[in-house]
């Protein structure tokens, strides 16, 4: 369906090294609510702010002119050539602030959880994840552990006193990364991309910690558990991609 709109945008006019911003507004169709792109003389209703693409985008030029047209909804991601297509696309930081590259776990079953220190889960979730590992990390099967302090603050510590609780206490022997925020307009890219590829219940955000999600070997995310799903219960979904060749 196309329906017709009075939008405001801006055109920016590119020379050699920058980039200098026009305001306009005009008449645009719009198309594909579902799946935003710009075209030569299309463009996306509803725009909220601006959302810069890279220059080097070529997918957003007019072939007929050297004019480059933005707009956005609130609630899309214009789709380019650099938008992640798998965990393994990320880099994040371990507990000592380090840059991990996630593609060193390709062809490796991944488990991802965000973890707290002081919850009511904490002492089931932290138990059954060190036996889920123990049995299947010799065939494949990592744990990733995000803490977060987003769900009742219940994740206070250092990144130091979170890594020795978790290894002290529940023999951890997996990775613990560098504490991140979950949810809201400071959420770790990873679990943008997490929460993007499988939705919850009730809506795309995480509802409380030790949510789970179980990536295949190849990257994709595959399910999302609830918090109180315990680990030990998706055993048989960890081995059927385990076995997968």
Wanted: charge should be positive; include cysteine.
């Amino acid at each position: 369906m196309t329906c017709l709109s009075r939008i405001s945008t801006t055109r920016f006019t590119i020379n050699r090294n920058f980039i200098t911003p026009i305001t306009l507004s005009s008449f645009l169709y719009t198309t594909h609510f579902n799946s935003p792109r710009i075209l030569s003389n299309s463009l996306i209703s509803e725009p909220i702010k601006l959302r810069f693409l890279h220059y080097s985008d070529s997918s957003v030029f007019n072939s007929r002119k050297s004019d480059l047209f933005l707009c956005s909804r609130a609630d899309h991601t214009m789709a380019t050539s650099t938008q992640p297509q798998s965990v393994h696309d990320f880099t994040v930081k371990d507990a000592k602030g380090n840059d991990v590259d996630l593609s060193t776990y390709k062809g490796k079953v991944l488990l991802i959880v965000n973890v707290a220190s002081q919850c009511g889960l904490t002492n089931s979730n932290y138990t059954e994840l060190a036996k889920l590992y123990e049995k299947y990390k010799d065939q494949g099967l990592e744990i990733l552990a995000f803490p977060c302090n987003q769900f009742g603050s219940q994740e206070p510590g250092t990144n130091e006193e979170i890594v020795e609780f978790a290894c002290t206490r529940f023999k951890a022997e997996y990775p613990i990364f560098d504490k991140v925020e979950v949810n809201g307009s400071n959420a770790a890219p990873i679990y943008k991309y997490l929460k993007s590829s499988k939705g919850g219940l009730f809506g795309d955000s995480i509802k409380w910690n030790f949510s789970k999600f179980l990536v295949d070997k190849e990257g994709h995310v595959v399910d999302r558990y609830a918090p109180t799903t315990s680990p030990l219960s998706i055993e048989k979904d960890i081995k059927k991609l385990l076995e997968k060749a």
